[in-house]
């Protein structure tokens, strides 16, 4: 499983291309040669990249969905719809679908965020405009992290 980090300020160049960075390319080495999977952000005014092998795995998960259920259906509508393959161009570029683009308000200046199996893509400003959502993460981590306990074997 993946681990992804770092946040990483890039331009696209006039056709809506990116090319990875080198911190990424590194923690990619061994999946970037399988391509990815690029949707929209359901929470979020954003992009998500999937290595394909991670987007797989999502993909397992929603298909456990009882899709008779209207909120099983709703959801893997608009979590899948857009989903867009992509792969790497012999110049190591990725070319961002322009409807996604323009969902996310990704115009040259983005920002690319490792998290965890995946990378979120926004528009630059966007995402400063996420960070400064007011957030109470001492309630927040409590309610997330609260339940897992003690890992470190103590």
């Known amino acids: 499983m993946l681990n992804l980090l770092g946040e990483y300020d890039l331009k696209l160049d006039a056709k809506g291309r990116l090319v990875?960075?080198?911190?990424?390319?590194k923690q990619l080495a061994e999946v970037a040669s399988k391509g990815?999977?690029?949707?929209?952000d359901v929470f979020k005014s954003c992009l998500v990249l999937y290595p394909i092998a991670e987007w797989?795995?999502?993909?397992?998960?929603?298909?456990?969905?009882?899709?008779?259920?209207?909120?099983?259906?709703?959801?893997?509508?608009?979590?899948?719809?857009?989903?867009t393959?992509?792969?790497?161009?012999?110049?190591?570029?990725?070319?961002l679908p322009k409807p996604l683009m323009d969902h996310a308000g990704i115009g040259k200046d983005i920002k690319l965020a490792g998290l965890l199996d995946r990378i979120e893509v926004w528009s630059k400003e966007g995402h400063a405009r996420m960070l400064r959502e007011t957030v109470d993460l001492t309630a927040?981590?409590?309610?997330?992290?609260g339940s897992l306990g003690n890992t470190n074997g103590q």
Do not use: W
Request: charged share 30%; net charge positive.
């Open 20 to 25: 990875l960075p080198s911190g990424l390319k």
């Open 36 to 40: 990815f999977v690029i949707n929209r």
């Open 56 to 83: 797989e795995r999502t993909q397992a998960m929603m298909a456990r969905l009882n899709p008779f259920l209207e909120k099983n259906r709703e959801f893997i509508r608009r979590f899948a719809s857009g989903a």
């Open 85 to 95: 393959q992509l792969e790497l161009d012999g110049s190591g570029r990725l070319l």
């Open 140 to 145: 927040l981590a409590e309610e997330v992290m």
